[in-house]
């Protein structure tokens, strides 16, 4: 096999990768997951990397479309266009981050009251002897406050040595009527949970302290199966096209998962070991992905999951760093298109609570929209795409340092970075505040076309006129020049991003429009609106309504919600009553399969058009 | 570390031993197991190698007792007492026999109607469309004719395709409400589980049609940590003074019992796969060593085992080569040395079910033995030691090829042995055998001991007188001379034989009478006693109540029902009901701890001596 080795940061790696593969592969063998978002299809141009040896080769069609020249003759090439060879050496200058990035953590601070499964019971025992000859287990199970507890021989390895250490004053740690541990002393002070969110982009996670039900730490961490695909299409693809594909896919989010709950407990103060529980949520694609069940059919139409239920593993099975005896729940999904995430967000924002209609959207790689009221709860999938979170955008980038997350547009252009960082790229927020502002301008028409910079650009002031330019696919607008730039290179909007984000913005709105539809209810009606997913805190609501994301609906009554869905994981997490209200909400769910609708093309092409 | 070279049976394998360790360890490492019944104290002498390089040692004094001269200077030593050194090679001439043996596994043939806990559902499912959007598991599970069914991840990982390659006809299979598989097309006719009877010396297997109850295949093979210990005493004692005890000996009955179902899928007309349960019983110290619980506490007083109950694990969790997701089923245990291969011989006996009184005795390394009758049900446990299969016994053995099995004596000595090849060693049933006759002819007097060849064997005809010799320990009688005997030496009964048989049959015997004296009983009120385990069918019950093994009970009332154990996990492995049967038996047994009782040692010090 070709041997090549992969320089990041400082660090070089020797891999051995199967003749035929990419590039990419080798990078990913490295440990190195390089961006990419087009699954390997050449066409996003995210994946460059440099050849430090084995340059001399002719730049592909691909990369001649997707690199500068000056980089091309500098040796950069597109990983997931380049067949390994013998001795290769790449430079990665960028690899998919993998530390936390901006998007906010924090949902809904909803407070409940701690009621975890998980539950501590000191018990002093007494010593056994000739005459009373109980078995260890059952000497401790006479001694809980329940019946019918049950036991594996997990936790009966080293049961004996334990109790007899101890002086037979242990703690039984039970999730609901199943044993999961004993331990030496006194302990039921200390216990713990984890709630996870397995984002396609981003991989969030929180420690609970499950006695008092706060939360002790947050993190989360790029999703290093980008470098397979950004959306779960490609990723899904790779599963049905590779046979090793699914446990690749698998492997990759546990072993992240692993390095985010190192993280979570580099404090110090909670061991792995004294972490009981996950419950876990996700994109329908995510869960399968997480447990290891083949995706394939979720792909094509008629768009099947393998499972609504929730399901439940052992932190050991899965090989999660918890207490290897922990159960892992991820909740149940709702359809292909929504998953146990959007129940999350159903949970978290108590949807099903009050009087009037509510609306939630949660922004992520997919767009879901639930609709609740009158006793009823709607959900529909929009297939947004991940222009939002930086993918399919020439310029895009998810929302982390250098990224312009703010645009104000009049006679010039203001451009606000994450960080203050030069101008790396334009996130989800950046670009529906430059859309909007363009809009304002006049320098897109409402059918999204960019003015002419020959022809049409007259009644633009000179400060944004001049940033028109032409180019062979149609006008581009720069947002900030190459002097300006991290890179040195101009970042510009183009014809083609703007299209991207109608298609994007234009199914969320049809989405939003079909569930009011089949409410029998108007946009004017919905009391308020929860605006949930990784940059819901972020983008400019005004912005959001002009550009047509969401229906015109007064500024206040839109509420950002943050990470809602790792909120409700957190909520069932911490409370039994709040678990089964998350089940409760995904079992009431009325999913709409806009694939179904006939008048859902007729919408969309409706909803491509910004606000006139 | 060092090199040793291991040689047997014309195979060759070179394995790194830690400094320290014994030739033992290097044989168990290149799996070789050479017999062993004293764990490593050079007591036995049954662990002979050949050194075949670096001879130039003197014997110790273990060796020099246990190795004849001309075997000495041979290269013959023990392997336990001789440490590993580079560049060692030894020659293994007789290991563990791992092929199966004499014992009979077909217990008391008791017709059930099978009525498995695994149950199959051909299913023909409507394919999904765009308006039937249920995912794969809930469209599979509303098809069974129950609910509440549960799925783990497991059986859902190729469900997807599993039902489309299908065309959506496929099998369920459930093991109560838990889904185990789903396979493509009808194949409710093939269903099958597996009885696994873990004894001490012996394991046992029976392959089992969970349709119709017949049983397919039955092997048995020895048990490979006999190679650390001919009793459970040694082998926890091995997992007490070693880190790696434990999991070391768990591996090795795995290991083995995957050979023993590799065997019985021989025939090819099953697969590993369509095996979807298995039963298994055994001694409680065998039970916590195969579940990898430790078993430390088990062997000093008060004797405390970590369970009682019965334990579920999955085959995957274990490592055994069945379906991973098969169920696992350990039977309960009643005490620390009364275990669940006692259940099974309660259950297959249907020692409940009968009016009067009935005892049952199983002998193996350990003599458990049950009272039932009144409604009550009474166990004890005696420490008989191993001597009845034919460890501690000088030239003793254990029922395989060339073993003396059966013993004619008056004016001359008449030996039978298995398979009527030149007699190797004595087993259980020609020790007893043999003894019986030396009582009757006056070769031995009711206290045990061996007539003086000199002084004391006037009365004795000429063919036994000359068989008499003195020795340092006493006399000894020779059975066959080495003339006739497989290894050239003469194989003889001694003195301390004498005595070991005498412990043996005394704390039977004794366990028996405190059993009887519990319920208030004779012996002449028992209708039936049950002869259960190893050689159960094979000695002779006149020499059993001669030597006073067995109370004095009228002969047509004794019954051997051989491998009872196992036949009892069959039974539960076929019938839900039986299953049921068992678990209440071992709830309702009510057990004496002999070592509690003031009145035992009384009763077995009167039990040391034979019938006068």
Redesign the interface.
Known sequence: MPKVKVIHSGLEREVMVPAGGSILDAAVAAGVPVEGTCGGKGTCGKCRVRLISGRAVDPTPAETRQIPPEKLSAGWVLACQRPVADGLAIRVETAVESGPGKESLEGVAAVVAAEPVVEKHFLRLAA???????????RLLSGLPLDGVL???GV??????TL?ESGFEVTAVLAGRRLLAVEPGDTTGRSFGLALDLGTTTLAGYLVDLGTGKTLAASSLSNPQRSLGADVISRINHVSENPGG?RQLQEMVLEALNRLIEDLLSGGAVAAEEVYEAVVVGNTTMAHLF???????LAP?????????P???TAGELGLAMHPGARVLMLPNI??YVGSDTVGVMTATGLDRNQGWRLAVDIGTNGEVVLAGGGRILTCSTAAGPAFEGAHIRHGMRAARGAIESVKMDQEVTLGTIGGAAPAGICGSGLIDAVAGMLRAGVINPSGRLADPATGAAHLPPGLRDRLRKTEGGSEFILASGSQSAAGEDIAITQKDLRELQLAKGAILAGIRILLGEAGITAGEISEVYLAGAFGNFISRASAVAIGLLPDIPLERIIPVGNAAGDGARLALISRTERERALSLADRAE?V?L??RRDFQDLFVQALYFPG
Chains 1, 2 share one sequence.
């Open positions: 056994p002897t000739v005459d009373d000859q109980q078995p260890d287990l059952e036991a594996g021989p009966l390895a080293n049961l004996p040595r007899r699914l447990l290891g069940i083949d995706p394939s059919y139409a008629p768009f099947i999951p393998a499972f609504r239920r399901l439940e593993v359809a292909g999913h399969e694939s179904a």
